[in-house]
């Protein structure tokens, strides 16, 4: 069958398309709307805290929009596209939580709608029959996984949501530019094409990877067909081999910088990628049989549930996998399913590989698990009913069946998140041996007034963070700050969970962020009847001994002494921990403001003309983010005048 007659450029945006379209994304706005909605309720969770509920400050300070936009610090791009949607959100409609929750299961509405008109012109190019209703059920199969929860409602990934967005946009204008008939309309969607391709690595880091994506889709779909040239082929070809060539470098750097890019890490280099190579296998064996036990956003227990055999048998996997992408990128073959494994393991190379992230998070497998839902739907409605028509009936019916209990799957698990309080309890269920869901559980059932409960739990996640190499080690005083947040958190005295400094361990005391934890509690005034006198005290005597005894202390855990001082008032002490953690990170430009700040507070005028210059040369250095930028130029003609 020629390929134009199933898919030509006359026919793209008929109106009978448009129809289906239409009538697509509105079966999956209702069908994702009910599975998802019961979800809505969490609240701000883990990274929220950080990086979207500092943004509700806008709503009385718009002016401060670009500022906030160009200041994330989530990834080495800043990802302005997503803060802006945040920034833009907070301004317009002041918005809760529940309202961030309900944006992001629109824009995962508008993403399934992309999947289906990306994998209807793919179905089409391939001249597979009945290419709108296969991409339908790519698309339903895709969105309702129970794996998109976690992307979908925890707020802050919705620059992974977003990325996806532009990055399916530039391969759906790229696929149009290619079957586009006029010349005008090609050099409009390449346009379209190309200022997606700029804008989707500032909505997440992974979204520089649609070019290769593009280049997949040329190899092993357009150059394949009537409209192949070989051109286009040797050109994706070249563009693929350049990425591969580029990510082999990038990880023999990160090998032979083990030491600092791995300092902060209880995993190294080889381990890294042993535990990636079973990740990919288990994202792709959770997106097909889903165990909702176990997601979620707490997974620092991973390596704690693997052995030694299914380590080796993901890592053969992968590996052959791998050569066999290899072989079909090499002579040009492989059709869907070349592009199908090889939009799988593009997506996941950043996120997924050798850099010292942490082990396992769902929603990386958001958007690669694109290229899953169309292999599934491919091999059964596609290669099956070729090879067999016998099957064609069972087809259809077989795939419906499966988005139908994949959805009840989600629809189930969803509830889990209808409140903070659930959605930990569910993370205890399915990791009982995780530090980070024992931690949290303890300050909940805390908050319910049971301290020795509580107590017990954070006694386990600290043994359970010294023996999982996934999981934030932390130290002797980490055990007592969360036992004071306990402690706070059921009207208990502060000070009774206080030990003698003698008892502890001063090597590397403090090591996850139970500092930043009780200056947000502070500030919240959780504590009626808190001393917290007594608490920045015992903190105090902690660092002094810990340096009187050779100990060490991390430059950011000095930062968020700084930080909880800065908030108590006490800046004086907020100036001394900032100093120390400026001689161990002069670049960062909070600990500038922090010192800055203290200065000014105190009336000191040489400490505030030194700390001028200094961030007179951070700024000029680059270093300085916009937010710290104001706050600089807001004292900027004291270092002016000569202080």
Not at 240 to 251: E, P, Q
């Amino acid at each position: 069958m020629p390929v134009r007659a199933v898919c030509g450029s006359d026919s793209i945006a008929s109106g009978c398309f448009k129809v289906k379209c239409v009538v697509v994304v509105i079966v999956l706005a209702l069908v994702i709307s009910v599975v998802f909605s019961p979800g809505v309720g969490t609240g701000y969770v883990f990274d929220d805290i950080t990086s979207v509920l500092p943004l509700q400050q806008l709503s009385q300070h718009p002016e401060q929009f670009w500022a906030y936009v160009f200041s994330d610090v989530s990834g080495s791009l800043g990802r302005p596209v997503s803060v802006a949607t945040f920034a833009l959100e907070k301004i317009l409609l002041k918005s809760s939580s529940d309202v961030s929750q309900y944006i992001s299961i629109s824009i995962h509405v508008l993403n399934a709608g992309l999947v289906f008109v990306l994998t209807r012109l793919l179905f089409c190019e391939v001249g597979l029959n009945k290419p709108a209703i296969l991409a339908f059920l790519v698309a339903i199969i895709w969105a309702v996984s129970p794996q998109k929860v976690s992307a979908v409602l925890y707020i802050v990934q919705r620059m992974a949501l977003l990325a996806t967005t532009l990055t399916l946009l530039a391969l759906i204008f790229y696929a149009y530019a290619r079957v586009s008939a006029k010349q005008a309309h090609k050099v409009l969607l390449t346009i379209c094409t190309t200022v997606c391709l700029m804008l989707a690595p500032f909505a997440k880091e992974n979204g520089a990877l649609a070019v290769p994506l593009i280049a997949a889709l040329e190899l092993f779909v357009f150059s394949r067909g009537l409209r192949g040239v070989r051109a286009g082929r040797l050109a994706a070809q070249g563009v693929l081999l350049f990425g591969f060539v580029l990510f082999l470098a990038w990880a023999f750097r990160v090998y032979l910088s083990e030491a600092d890019y791995y300092a902060t890490r209880a995993f190294d280099y080889e381990e890294r990628l042993l535990f990636s190579a079973v990740s990919l296998v288990d994202y792709a064996r959770q997106f097909f049989l889903p165990e909702t036990s176990r997601m979620g956003l707490i997974h620092d227990d991973f390596d704690l549930a693997l052995r030694s055999m299914q380590i080796g048998m993901s890592l053969v996997a992968v590996s052959l996998m791998v050569a066999l992408l290899v072989s079909l990128v090499a002579t040009g073959k492989g059709g869907v399913v070349g592009f199908s494994l090889a939009f799988y393991f593009i997506a996941h190379s950043l996120e997924t590989s050798f850099l010292p992230l942490e082990v396992y998070f769902e929603h990386r497998n958001y958007l690669p698990s694109v290229g899953l839902a169309v292999l599934c739907v491919f091999f059964i409605a596609g290669g099956i009913s070729r090879g067999f028509k016998l099957n064609v009936p069972f087809a259809l019916p077989s795939l419906f069946l499966f988005s139908v209990v994949t959805a009840f799957s989600t629809f189930s698990y969803a509830h889990e998140w209808s409140s903070y309080r659930n959605l930990v309890s569910h993370h205890l269920q399915g990791h009982p041996r995780s530090s980070r869901a024992n931690s949290d559980f303890a300050l909940v059932v805390a908050g319910s007034g049971d301290l020795e409960r509580a107590a017990v739990h954070i006694d386990r996640a600290i043994e359970y963070s010294r023996i999982s190499k996934s999981s934030k080690p932390m130290g002797d005083a980490d055990r007592v700050i969360l036992k004071v947040a306990a402690a706070c958190l059921s009207n208990r005295r502060l000070d009774q969970a206080l030990l003698d400094i003698s008892k502890l361990s001063l090597d590397n005391a403090i090591l996850s962020g139970g500092v930043n934890l009780l200056t947000r509690m502070f500030r919240d005034s959780a504590c009626t009847n808190g001393k917290w006198s007594l608490i920045s005290d015992w903190l105090f005597r902690l660092v002094e001994s810990t340096l009187q005894n050779g100990g060490a202390l991390r430059w950011y855990v000095l930062k968020d002494l700084a930080a909880f001082e800065r908030e108590r008032g006490n800046f004086s002490r907020s100036y001394v921990y900032a100093s120390m953690a400026s001689e161990k990170r002069p670049v960062d430009g909070t600990l500038a403001v922090l010192k800055l700040e203290a200065a000014v507070r105190a009336g000191d005028h040489r400490a505030i003309f030194n700390e001028l210059k200094t961030m007179k040369k951070l700024r000029e250095d680059g270093y300085l983010r916009p937010v710290e930028v104001l706050y600089y130029e807001r004292h900027a003609s004291l270092l002016d005048s000569g202080g």
